[in-house]
């Protein structure tokens, strides 16, 4: 009986070209820090310090591969420090982020869209989330995230949308345009347009390793009547394993501070004019006129530090989030994995033996029947799929998936040494009467370049 490989191979990307991001030697994926992955639709991103390698291993894509070598502060030295695409219903784009904080998009063709300044510091991860209004969502949020030591930047997603469609409707234009003088204008939106986003300090309890916002969560308990919104966010790292914070849209102080700052200056100014009428002061403090400073980061907004987890020697290291933002996957420097329920902030399940380990979550057809009746009648949807996490050990040389919260281990696949997990990330503007598309786990061998997708259902 053959034996069974709980995958499916889609294709291969050994090429040349592999050798720009040092590809040739046993393990180059998993073993180079500086190395960079990022998967999608039949495209995949690798990326080294400086140079961005797009391939496919679908020959029905565009004439693959493409390289593009951003232009970098020799100064700094500048570097490329983060990777992700950003897919939208008809667009796809590719960002990276850089060691100055600098935030770059790109197109499928290596035209640079956009450049923005975030904030001076290393771009650890980019982030693309979005729920939709359901039973269990009763709102719906689309944002794309940048994660720095100690520091969140949050984009709408509908920003960065509306910027993109803007980008390609001058880019139709000036292609169709026969006037030389409109090709000169490459770099739309790269210093004039600035995408607007919000900035917090998530650093009281030490720089972070990784972070997340996780979704929306209630006002504090004085500001039930607020219209703004406030947003959760986990951070893991050297100083505190986990640490949780309430993030405020508003950059200024509570409502309790914004009375005092109100009452306060009113009282004082009272008092003083009182005091001048009785001496008959003519002393007068001239008001200084505000100077024109430079161009500064942008000021923070309010973020309240609701709870943290510090057990040294223990780090925390990474950070998984699942579709919902409900549960949270985190690997530490003693090779174990919490499972943090981000909404009561507790770890609901704990795993140990698991050094250097990742985790992704994925979504599969645990019961037999729906998963035997959906092939041959209709799609399954979204309720026939139950939440899982695949755990990638690359000391086992395993990859295990256990059913969540509390269930048992459903499968353990064997992997070659080398391979490494990757997930797409969200797609903005995804319809919910499209046919449900379930949450997919992807592994690529190294040593190989073949790219393989793991079953979704127990029996295949």
């Given at each position: 009986m053959a034996r069974r490989s709980y995958k499916t191979e889609l294709g291969c990307i050994a090429c040349e070209e592999l050798g720009e991001v040092g590809a040739g030697k046993p393990s180059w994926l998993v073993e180079n820090p500086n190395l960079l992955c990022a998967i999608d639709?039949?495209?995949?991103?690798?990326?080294?310090?400086?140079?961005?390698?797009?391939?496919?291993?679908?020959?029905?894509?565009?004439?693959?591969?493409?390289?593009?070598?951003?232009?970098?502060?020799?100064v700094e030295p500048e570097s490329i420090s983060a990777?992700?695409?950003?897919?939208?219903?008809?667009?796809?784009?590719?960002?990276?982020?850089?060691?100055?904080g600098y935030l770059l998009l790109y197109s499928l063709r290596g035209e640079l869209i956009h450049r923005q300044m975030i904030y001076p510091g290393r771009v650890l991860k980019l982030r693309v989330r979005g729920?939709?209004?359901?039973?269990?969502q009763d709102t719906s949020s689309e944002e794309f995230c940048l994660i720095m030591p100690g520091v969140i930047a949050r984009f709408d997603g509908s920003d960065i949308q509306n910027m993109l469609q803007k980008w390609f409707e001058e880019a139709h234009s000036r292609f169709w345009d026969q006037n030389p003088k409109s090709q000169d204008s490459e770099d739309f939106g790269n210093t004039d347009v600035k995408i607007p986003y919000q900035l917090w300090?998530?650093?009281?309890?030490?720089?972070?390793?990784?972070?997340?916002?996780?979704?929306?969560?209630?006002?504090?308990?004085?500001?039930?009547?607020?219209?703004?919104?406030?947003?959760?966010?986990?951070?893991?790292?050297?100083?505190?394993?986990?640490?949780?914070?309430?993030?405020?849209?508003?950059?200024?102080?509570?409502?309790?501070?914004?009375?005092?700052?109100?009452?306060?200056p009113a009282t004082f100014s009272t008092i003083s004019s009182f005091s001048k009428l009785i001496w008959r002061s003519e002393q007068s403090s001239p008001k200084k006129s505000p100077k024109k400073s430079d161009q500064k980061p942008q000021p923070f907004a309010r973020a309240s530090?609701?709870?943290?987890?510090?057990?040294?020697?223990r780090k925390g290291e990474k950070l998984t989030l699942s579709p919902s933002g409900t549960l949270a996957a985190i690997t530490d420097s003693l090779g174990r994995i919490l499972l943090?329920?981000?909404?009561?902030?507790?770890?609901?399940?704990?795993?140990?033996?698991?050094?250097?380990?990742?985790?992704?979550?994925?979504?599969?057809?645990?019961?037999?029947?729906?998963?035997?009746?959906?092939?041959?009648?209709?799609?399954?949807?979204?309720?026939?799929?139950?939440?899982?996490?695949?755990?990638?050990?690359?000391?086992?040389g395993i990859i295990e998936i256990w059913q969540m919260r509390t269930g048992p281990r459903l499968r353990t696949i064997p992997c070659a040494k080398g391979s490494k997990m990757?997930?797409?990330?969200?797609?903005?503007?995804?319809?919910?009467?499209?046919?449900?598309?379930?949450?997919?786990?992807?592994?690529?061998?190294?040593?190989?370049?073949?790219?393989?997708?793991?079953?979704?259902?127990?029996?295949?």
């Open positions: 639709a039949h495209s995949l991103l690798l990326a080294n310090r400086s140079t961005i390698l797009l391939l496919s291993w679908s020959s029905d894509s565009a004439p693959y591969p493409l390289k593009i070598r951003p232009e970098l502060s020799p990777l992700e695409w950003l897919a939208f219903r008809d667009h796809r784009v590719i960002v990276a982020g850089t060691s100055s729920t939709k209004k359901d039973l269990i300090n998530i650093g009281k309890y030490g720089t972070c390793a990784d972070a997340a916002i996780t979704g929306i969560m209630p006002p504090p308990l004085m500001e039930q009547q607020s219209s703004q919104r406030y947003y959760c966010a986990v951070a893991v790292g050297e100083d505190a394993v986990i640490s949780a914070y309430r993030l405020s849209e508003n950059k200024g102080r509570s409502l309790v501070g914004a009375i005092l700052s109100k009452v306060v530090p609701l709870t943290c987890l510090k057990d040294h020697p943090l329920d981000t909404q009561a902030l507790v770890v609901v399940r704990l795993w140990k033996g698991y050094r250097d380990a990742s985790c992704l979550f994925m979504e599969m057809l645990v019961n037999k029947d729906i998963a035997s009746s959906s092939s041959s009648y209709s799609e399954p949807l979204k309720s026939d799929y139950c939440l899982c996490l695949a755990i990638h050990a690359p000391r086992k990757l997930q797409p990330s969200y797609r903005f503007g995804a319809s919910m009467s499209s046919p449900y598309v379930p949450l997919e786990v992807f592994l690529l061998n190294g040593d190989s370049g073949q790219i393989s997708v793991l079953n979704r259902t127990l029996d295949s």
